[in-house]
């Protein structure tokens, strides 16, 4: 096994927060996606509140000032240059720096969830690394909501939903770009309500949800 360590993963989540928005390096980036025209996205049609996901719970035990927020106005991000390029980068620097591990191989456990600062993780770990790092950035955390979809075999997946005044993207270890929520071939089962983090609402048809998310 590679040796790769993010400890302590507070200093390295500010730092590479801060490496995304500073510096001068990023000067021509940013002029680049100034001049680049804003995608737009359609909404997710969410419905009555659902269970929350056992691991979601597990992980708060372990995480509590993840988890703390409560009722809540909810806010959507105002979407512009900044923080188009802060979704992507961070979406992209998550996907690269952080790789693939099962939870049994991991952990030993066949569902997880954990802040990857180790350099190992399945889908949830790169999805709560990236809230974590576009909160620190300044997004709002109502508007990062952890989403469970199954994917095309049917299996438990989670992604990471951000929700913007122009739309709704999908950030995914298992693809490279930021997406519409629309143009991926899953079937979006529940999400995080934006009105408190810990309150799990449904998304579209009922169906039944995966027990465990693994990809």
Same mark, same amino acid.
């Given at each position: ?24 390096? %990023? ?5 680049? /996606?100034? +001049?680049?025209?804003?995608?737009? @996205?359609?909404? !997710? ?82 999805? %709560? ?5 576009? /909160?620190? +950035?300044?997004?709002?955390?109502? @508007?990062?909501? !952890? ?69």
């Amino acid at each position: 096994m590679r040796s790769f360590s993010l400890a302590p993963g507070l200093a390295v989540a500010a730092a590479l927060t801060w490496s995304l928005l500073a510096g001068s390096a %990023l000067a021509a980036q940013r002029a680049a /996606v100034r +001049a680049t025209p804003l995608p737009v @996205a359609g909404f !997710v049609e969410v419905g009555e509140t659902t269970s929350t996901p056992w691991g979601w719970l597990d992980f708060c035990n372990r995480y509590e000032k993840e988890c703390r927020g409560g009722l809540s106005r909810p806010v959507d991000i105002a979407l512009d240059a900044r923080s188009w390029r802060l979704i992507r980068e961070i979406n992209s620097a998550v996907n690269t720096m952080i790789e693939p591990l099962s939870d049994m191989d991991h952990w030993g456990v066949v569902d997880r969830w954990d802040l990857p600062y180790d350099g190992y993780g399945d889908c949830e770990d790169y999805v %709560l690394l990236k809230r974590k790092l576009l /909160v620190s +950035a300044g997004l709002p955390r109502q @508007a990062l909501l !952890v989403t469970i979809v199954k994917d095309e075999k049917g299996e438990g997946h989670a992604v990471l939903t951000a929700k913007t005044d122009h739309g709704e993207f999908i950030l995914d270890n298992m693809r490279e770009k930021v997406r519409p929520w629309s143009e991926l071939p899953y079937q979006f089962v529940k999400r995080q309500s934006q009105s408190d983090p810990n309150a799990w609402v449904r998304i579209g048809e009922p169906t039944t949800a995966p027990l465990i998310v693994s990809r």
